[in-house]
């Protein structure tokens, strides 16, 4: 019959696949890197890269989400390249206030702002 033919192609294909499927070495770290770690470009910073300054403003971002446990100023903070005002909020929740302006130096190399 069609129907029990069809099934038994199914259960064929699902034991030829899902091994290999399975077997991809990609599976287990993806969700972790992917979820953490922002780059450069993700943020569509616009100016010159230095990795001290990117890692010191991602942190800040990073620690601050830890104080809130509120996924949106995660996103907001690193959105424009730290361009929002979450960024400064973030900074003064963290009171680093005496390093804003030097935080704010870097933001402008990073994302080329006026
Ligand atoms: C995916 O990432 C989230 C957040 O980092 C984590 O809680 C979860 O356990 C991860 N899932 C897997 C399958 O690694
Ligand atoms: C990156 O920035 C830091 C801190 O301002 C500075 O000390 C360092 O020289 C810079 N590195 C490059 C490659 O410009």
Sequence with gaps: M???????ISVVLILVLVPIISSLPRNHN??????????????ECK???NKSMFFRLDRICEDCYQLFRETSVHK?????CFGTEYFMACIQALQLDEEMDKFFTWRDTLGKKK
């Design 2 to 8: 069609m129907c029990s033919r069809n099934l038994k």
């Design 30 to 43: 993806r969700n972790h890197t992917l979820s953490k770690r922002s780059t450069f470009f993700d943020l």
């Design 47 to 49: 100016g010159i890269y």
């Design 76 to 80: 907001f903070c690193k959105q424009d």
